[in-house]
């Protein structure tokens, strides 16, 4: 089993949807968590931190589910330009590495 | 402006010859990580290093090696041990807060001639 697992879509919304990622983690241990934002061929830009009460940036909203090892980003109102990949990341100790999932595509359609 | 540096964008690799990646950071982040991504793959840790003197095998570090002799330096040599070495590279840093998250620079691109 994977350290962090996605599902690797690709998700084909019309604008306007509302669209939602899981991303599970094997690690009870884990301690923090993100989601970043991937253009093709460029490299991967934070898009939030996912705090344990849930956090939420403008259309973006992020939650964390430590019982069942889960962590979600929800966006509402898709925009064309929310086209990307998605990638959550988690730590397993204190300075130490972040593991990614696999990433998500997401496609918005006019 | 502070962030991460990363040379050359494109580099390309002859059969049986050593390449080294450079990764310079100027946000006086402890540790610094390289990550290779494949096509349509997530990103797989290479190597990390916590502090300067120091670094530790990620989960594909065979054909890889690094050195971490300055805390703003942190460069990557692929080896002619790497038989697939064609990828997309990025390393990346962040405090040693382990919740801050990591920031990257924006890559070098491998191929083989």
């Known amino acids: 089993r994977k350290e962090v697992e996605q599902d690797p879509g690709p998700f084909n919304v019309p604008e306007g949807a509302t669209v939602a990622f899981n991303c599970t983690y094997s690690n009870s241990a884990s301690q923090s968590f993100f989601w970043y934002r991937q253009d093709c061929r460029k490299e991967p830009k934070l898009l939030m931190s996912?705090?344990?009460s849930g956090n939420e940036d403008g259309r973006f909203t992020a939650q964390l589910n430590r019982a069942s090892q889960y962590i979600s980003l929800l966006i509402r109102d898709s925009k064309l330009s929310d086209s990307a990949t998605y990638l959550c990341?988690?730590?397993?100790?204190?300075?130490?590495?972040?593991?990614f999932g696999q990433g998500t595509e997401l496609s918005v359609k006019p | 402006d502070g962030g991460i540096t990363q040379s050359p964008k494109y580099l390309f690799r002859k059969e049986g010859q050593n390449v080294t990646l450079s990764c310079e950071q100027n946000?006086?982040?402890?540790?610094m990580y390289w990550y290779r991504q494949d096509p349509g793959q997530g990103l797989r840790l290479i190597y990390y290093s916590q502090i300067v003197n120091d670094f530790q095998k990620g989960d594909i570090a065979e054909g890889y090696s690094v050195s971490r002799e300055k805390k703003e330096s942190f460069p990557l040599t692929v080896t002619s041990a790497q038989k697939n070495p064609t990828a997309f590279y990025l390393c990346a840093s962040r405090p040693t807060d382990s919740n801050q998250p990591q920031h990257f620079g924006d890559g070098t691109r491998l191929s083989i001639l």
């Open positions: 996912v705090y344990s």
């Open positions: 946000l006086n982040h402890d540790a």
């Open positions: 990341a988690a730590t397993y100790n204190q300075g130490g590495k972040l593991i």
